[in-house]
């Protein structure tokens, strides 16, 4: 029987997963610098030990309010084909081992912001696990980027 390893962490009252594999590491708040001009959801970068990263909000990409000030988020630090990207999230949850078989598509009734992110769900006792598509979230960020002026960034 197949089973996933997802590390999972929360977005506001959402529990999300990602493939363990897919997973650089998981940092604390990292200090950043900012890009002028960058979308919201772009946060800035960082640097870690020596390779620079962009880091984007999970929050403001799922159209959630903003971080409370004083509340750090913590960093998902995915592997990408060309560079890595840190998923700024609330906090840090389990490596949790599913089995493949109780994978499902994500429901319809999911708001579409959150919908295009993921790639489907497992049902946990009480709440589901939102399976996130990191890949989507920097196409994503990408393509519905724009800058503060109104024009897009590429």
Known sequence: MASAQLCTFSVDDLLFGVEVTQVQEVLRFQPMTRIPLAPERIRGLINLRGQI???????????FAPRPPGEDPMNVVIRGVESSISLLVDSIGDVIELPEEAFESAPSTMKP????????VYKLTGRL??????????????????????ELVA
């Open 53 to 63: 990263v962009t880091a984007i909000d999970l929050r403001s990409c799922l159209g």
């Open 129 to 150: 696990l939102l399976v996130l598509a990191p890949e989507r979230v920097l196409s994503f960020t990408q393509t519905h980027a724009t800058s503060r002026t109104g």
């Open 113 to 120: 912001a959150q919908r295009n992110l993921i790639h489907g």
